[in-house]
C-alpha cells in the first residue's frame, strides 16, 4: 500500500492564480482530512469528509474549496490565491470503526507571492 | 470545546537525557489521545496513542506518555534522548471515534551531542 500520497511536494502560486492540491488513499477509508501547518501553530483543520459525496467545514475553511467524488480522492482547490495561503498542507484519512488513528500524507508546501 | 496545550515551543536536551514534553488537554468528554511526530520535511508519523483501557501507553522509538485524567495531561517521555530524536512532536485530541483532531502547536525538540 502506497498510503495516503500528495501532489504536487512543491508549488509557488501568484496572488490571484488557482491550483488543485491532490490527495489519494489506497487503504480504502471513508473519513478523509485536508489541514493547513503554520509555524508555531499546529495544524488546522479546513475541510473533511466522510465518504463520497459528503463533505464538511472545518475550522479554517475560507478560501477553499473540496470535493469527494470517489473513496481515493480528495483534492483541496484554491481560489484566487493569497499570501495568507502561504502554508504547508496535510491530507489525512482514516477508517471507519473505533481504530481514530489518522493517516497522513507527506505534504504540499505552497508559496503564495 | 476542546483544545490541546503544549508547554514549551522549544526543549533542549543532551543525548542520553530524559525527554518530557508536557502536553494537557480539555475535553468534555473522555478524550482519545495521541502524539504524532514530524521530522524535517516530512508528513506526521503517529508515535502513539491512548484510546480506553491502560493509561501508560508505549509507543514507537522507546517513546511512553501517560494518560491522567485528573490533571488532563498526557505528557510524552522517553529515558535517553537520542540524536535521531530531534523532531517536532505534536499532541492531539479527538473527543470520541468520529470527532476530529485538534493539534497542540508543537514542541521542536533538539538533542545536543
Known amino acids: 500500500n502506497a498510503g495516503v500520497t500528495q501532489t504536487p511536494k512543491f508549488r509557488i502560486l501568484k496572488i490571484g492564480q488557482s491550483m488543485t492540491l491532490q490527495c489519494t488513499q489506497d487503504m480504502n477509508h471513508n473519513y478523509m482530512y485536508w489541514y493547513r501547518q503554520d509555524p508555531g501553530m499546529g495544524l488546522k483543520l479546513i475541510y473533511y469528509?466522510?465518504?463520497?459525496?459528503?463533505?464538511d467545514k472545518g475550522e479554517v475553511p475560507n478560501g477553499y474549496n473540496v470535493s469527494r467524488s470517489t473513496t481515493e480522492d480528495f483534492p483541496l482547490r484554491l481560489e484566487l490565491a493569497a499570501p495568507s495561503q502561504t502554508s504547508v498542507y496535510f491530507c489525512?484519512?482514516?477508517?471507519?470503526?473505533?481504530?481514530?488513528?489518522?493517516?497522513f500524507g507527506p505534504g504540499t508546501r505552497l508559496t503564495v507571492t | 470545546a476542546q483544545s490541546v496545550t503544549q508547554l514549551g515551543s522549544h526543549v533542549s536536551v543532551s543525548e542520553g537525557a530524559l525527554v518530557l514534553l508536557r502536553c494537557n488537554y480539555s475535553?468534555?468528554?473522555?478524550?482519545?489521545l495521541f502524539w504524532y511526530v514530524q521530522y524535517p520535511n516530512q508528513g506526521l508519523q503517529l508515535l502513539l496513542k491512548y484510546t480506553t483501557g491502560a493509561t501508560l501507553v508505549k509507543g514507537i522509538n522507546g517513546f511512553e506518555a501517560e494518560f491522567k485524567k485528573s490533571e488532563t495531561s498526557f505528557h510524552l517521555t522517553k529515558p535517553s534522548a537520542h540524536m535521531s530524536d530531534a523532531a517536532e512532536y505534536f499532541c492531539a485530541v479527538t473527543p470520541n471515534q468520529g470527532g476530529k483532531l485538534i493539534f497542540g502547536q508543537g514542541t521542536e525538540l533538539s538533542v545536543k551531542p
Open positions: 475535553s468534555s468528554v473522555p478524550p482519545y
Open positions: 489525512a484519512s482514516r477508517t471507519v470503526g473505533t481504530d481514530p488513528e489518522q493517516y
Open positions: 469528509s466522510v465518504g463520497a459525496g459528503i463533505t
